[in-house]
T-cell receptor, first 114, second 117 residues
């Protein structure tokens, strides 16, 4: 079956530090990949997505590149802010079997200190 | 444009009772899906509805059921509640069904926090 593996958190950084959150996946087919962010007390929000190999998704300074050869979709940001503190979820949608049911990683908590 | 609205925000029930959760999707969105979020299991897919039909179902017992109305609003029902059903239940809507137009991204509500005592 499909699976998404994210690095364990929490990730604790100082403001303006560089962020990487690792995400690797296993899928039967050729999935689309997503990063969602969840702020305290809220639901998930789509942060960025990529639908084919070598696509780069980007939004609000965050980037992730779809790497088919390493089955990875790592999230990066050059300079984090306190307001980026949240839980980040990597997810995939696999077209195999026609269902496209989304599979989520366990989430990585990011804490940014001033 | 109003976002996805879930009601109620919080619920406290006792074992054996049943509960109904409600989800109003973004206007124009025809797909609604439900998820259970717990610290131990993470985010798990429950089911997807599109055009009042259940299109996909996750690996949950039959005590979990749902439906979608003609205006795309959806309800989820859990019968014979167990302590392990305590969780944050999230609803998401999208323009099209899973894998449809532009692999429509999911728009989540803020969730209903269910506590079973």
């Amino acid at each position: 079956g499909n699976s998404v593996t994210q690095m364990e958190g929490p990730v604790t950084l100082s403001e303006e530090a560089f962020l990487t959150i690792n995400c690797t996946y296993t899928a039967t087919g050729y999935p689309s990949l997503f990063w969602y962010v969840q702020y305290p007390g809220e639901g998930l929000q789509l942060l960025l997505k990529a639908t084919k190999a070598d696509d780069k998704g980007s939004n609000k300074g965050f980037e992730a590149t779809y790497r088919k050869e390493t089955t990875s979709f790592h999230l990066e940001k050059g300079s984090v802010q306190v307001s980026d503190s949240a839980v980040y979820f990597c997810a995939l949608s696999d077209p195999s079997g026609g269902s496209y049911i989304p599979t989520f990683g366990r989430g990585t908590s990011l804490i940014v200190h001033p | 444009k109003a976002g996805v609205t879930q009601t109620p925000r919080y619920l406290i029930k006792t074992r054996g009772q049943q509960v109904t959760l409600s989800c109003s999707p973004i206007s124009g969105h025809r797909s609604v899906s439900w998820y259970q979020q717990t610290p131990g299991q993470g985010l798990q897919f429950l089911f997807e509805y599109f055009s009042e039909t259940q299109r996909n179902k996750g690996n949950f017992p039959g005590r979990f059921s749902g439906r979608q109305f003609s205006n795309s609003r959806s309800e989820m029902n859990v019968s014979t509640l167990e302590l392990g059903d305590s969780a944050l239940y999230l609803c998401a809507s999208s323009l099209d069904r899973f894998g449809g137009y532009d692999n429509s991204p999911l728009h989540f509500g803020n969730g209903t926090r269910l506590t079973v005592t």
